[in-house]
């Protein structure tokens, strides 16, 4: 049994799809969903109907992203914002237009049972965004920080690299777990299309959203499978621009 990993969705099924293909992913395999399976490309309810009617045939974690969060208070409420619809939101809005209630009560319980983080058994986190608690995730003080956070990365990415877990300055956050694992912060704005790895974390956003492709990794191996670039299989869509 392997336990693969895929970063932001962002409702490009179409690429799912191919990674599903290409890793040949059985159903032994445990799949670990980092968030944002919405905003974007304009199959948001083909993608978590796709994810519902998935983890029937297997093990499946589903962590919480910020815009899953963003399209499940708009179910709620019916409100919204622009900069939400800005950011992919009108894509949502428009692919939940023609449903039935019936199905946005199923997709409203799939959001709310959605998770803030997982921890394996081998101390490895999976969270989508991050968390500013010293002692790590149990003790965060703002469950927002789960998948909003982006300070985790960005301290990840700033540190000297020579520095080891066993200096007395190197930051407590990152003392807590084996390896963190993450999406959120696209990997493109750094200018890669392929998972990077700063001290401990691996973020696997790799800007399906954007222009880049969606990915999937084994987190033992680290061998990893794309997609094609996702705009390429939405030929007619614009995506996040």
């Known amino acids: 049994m392997r336990t693969l990993v895929i970063g932001d969705i962002h409702a490009g099924l179409r690429a799912l799809e191919q990674l599903m293909d290409r890793a040949k992913v059985g159903p032994k395999d445990h799949l670990i969903f980092l968030g944002d399976y919405v905003d974007g490309w304009s199959e948001a309810v083909e993608t978590v109907d796709f994810l519902l009617d998935l983890q029937d045939r297997q093990q499946c974690t589903f962590i919480r992203g910020n ?16 900069l939400w619809l800005r950011h992919g939101g009108s894509a949502t809005l428009e692919s939940y237009e023609k449903v039935t209630d019936r199905v946005r009560e199923t997709h409203l319980e799939f959001y709310n049972n959605l998770k803030d983080y997982y921890i394996d058994s081998d101390n490895r986190l999976f969270i989508h965004a991050g968390f500013t608690n010293l002692k790590g995730v149990e003790q965060e003080y703002d469950s927002k920080a789960f998948y909003w956070d982006r300070t985790l990365w960005e301290m990840a990415l700033a ?61 033992d191996s680290k061998e990893y499978w794309q997609s094609d670039p996702v705009h390429l299989l939405y030929p007619t869509e614009s995506g996040r621009n």
Do not use: Q
């Not at 815009?67 to 914002?81: E, F, I, V």
């Not at 696209?186 to 399906?208: C, E, F, Q």
């Open 159 to 219: 540190i000297n690299p020579s520095l080891g877990f066993e200096d007395n300055i190197f930051p407590k956050r990152l003392t807590h777990y084996k390896e963190i694992f993450i999406g959120h912060t696209p990997v493109t704005r750094i200018g890669s299309t392929a998972p990077i790895k700063a001290v401990n974390i691996w973020n696997v956003d790799t800007g399906a959203a954007f222009k880049g492709p969606l990915t999937m990794m084994d987190i």
């Open 67 to 82: 815009h899953d969060t963003l399209c499940s208070d708009w179910l709620k409420t019916g409100g919204h914002n622009e």
